[in-house]
């Protein structure tokens, strides 16, 4: 077990019903003015917006609102965002929608204080003042909601970087998991393989942290059998709360409590998605983690064993894969990249793009030819 710190500040509102607090919320932050940022307009089609502004008028909140935040979120929207509120003037930041329009909220909120936000995702210059941000969440996946990373795409550049601080953290983040029910199919699905793969991430590089551990396994089952569920009968609300939770949890420092996580099949996804953007997240994951899996486990063989027979019932990795593929399929995701329109000559710039620093990974420390490898395996 290594040495931790948990310390998760921010408020989580859990519920049907739950989204008209948001008013309330941005109030107590003495927040007089904000801005509600958005994507490409899902949140007009199931009365979350409706919600939202009806609670921020009852609160006395003024809003201003940015519409136009993509799927993978981009530096140039982010930018915009920023001249604004330098322009009108800003107190907090109401995010709306998934991890996309999260992540440029917390993009946004920092990128107000300093010259280049994008210098903060190169590690050129660290934040150190950032507005408050709130979230209505209506897709779980990433687990920004109650986490302090964003992920921004600079698309002149083609790369797709993190950036974490305490300061990004939202103040208090909605779930109200019924609105979750509009969502199309292979964004359910995508979720999903996402919050799964926040899960593998620990758990992979895990040894000795049992609690940990077990408590993952838990969640992985749980995600299962939540997207069977909802295979079946999309409108299930048990099965949409589950699932919303597990998707906070996969996220926010628990299920990573102790363990270094591994983090290279993220690494390998950003890269892809940096160069395709229109591939979501989860698709490229639910791509890459089982070459990722092949090409490791045996690195550390009784865990990766303990999965395959905990999850999978399976006598073997390399069976748990096959069954974790079939399972992909199930669900109509995608299990190669070559379904993803990704060319095989462009492997070798989606490796080189993926690397940073000269290695990569926990479980195993990857160079540039590793990941190659597993993309080939992928393909
Ligand atoms: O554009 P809008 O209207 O928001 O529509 C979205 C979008 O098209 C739609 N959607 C969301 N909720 C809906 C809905 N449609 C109907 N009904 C609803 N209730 O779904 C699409 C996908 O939304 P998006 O926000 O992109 O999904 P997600 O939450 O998966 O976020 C993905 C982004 O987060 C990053 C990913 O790399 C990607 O850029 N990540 C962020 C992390 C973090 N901050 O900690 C960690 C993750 O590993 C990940 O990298
Ligand atoms: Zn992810």
């Not at 690397?355 to 926990?362: C, D, F």
């Amino acid at each position: 077990m290594q040495n931790f710190i948990f310390h998760n500040p921010t408020k989580i509102i859990f519920g049907k019903n739950t989204i008209n607090a948001i008013g309330k919320e941005v109030k107590k932050s003495a927040a007089k003015k904000v801005l509600l940022l958005a994507g490409s307009g899902s949140i007009k089609n199931n009365s979350v917006y409706e919600q939202i502004t009806a609670s921020l008028k009852g609160s006395g909140i003024e809003w201003f609102e940015l519409w136009g935040v993509k799927a993978n979120p981009t530096l140039e929207h982010a930018q915009r965002a920023i001249s604004i509120i330098k322009e009108i003037g800003i107190d907090a930041i109401v995010a709306a929608g998934g991890g996309s329009v999260i992540d440029e909220a917390k993009a946004v909120a920092a990128g107000v204080f300093v010259d280049d936000i994008w210098d903060a995702y190169l590690g050129k210059i660290s934040i150190s003042k950032a507005l408050p941000i709130f979230t209505v969440l209506t897709i779980s996946a990433t687990g920004s909601e109650m986490n302090p990373t964003s992920v921004l795409s600079n698309e002149k550049a083609q790369k797709k970087l993190p950036l974490a601080s305490q300061l990004l953290r939202p103040l208090a983040s909605i779930i109200d998991p019924s609105v979750q029910s509009s969502l199309p199919w292979e964004q359910t699905v995508n979720g999903g393989i996402d919050i799964l793969a926040h899960i593998f991430e620990s758990y992979f590089a895990g040894s000795s942290q049992e609690v940990t551990i077990a408590l993952n396994e838990s969640l992985m089952k749980t995600v299962i059998n939540c997207i069977d569920t909802l295979a079946q009968d999309e409108k299930n609300y048990s099965a949409r709360a589950n699932l919303a939770w597990t998707a906070t949890l996969a996220l926010n420092g628990i299920s990573a409590a102790g363990i270094i996580g591994d983090w290279a099949s993220h690494r390998i996804e950003h890269s892809i998605s940096a160069v395709h953007t229109n591939i979501a997240h989860g698709t490229g994951l639910g791509v890459v983690f089982p070459a990722w899996i092949k090409y490791v486990y045996k690195e550390n063989i009784e865990l990766f064993q303990r999965w395959a027979k905990n999850i999978w019932n399976a006598n073997s990795v390399e069976q748990a894969i096959s069954l974790f593929q079939q399972k992909l399929k199930d669900w109509k995701a995608p299990t190669k990249l070559s379904e993803l329109g990704i060319k095989y000559e462009e492997l070798d710039f989606i490796a080189s793009n993926s690397l940073e620093t000269p290695t990569l990974g926990v479980v195993k420390l990857l160079n540039q030819n590793d990941v190659l490898e597993i993309l080939k395996l992928a393909y």
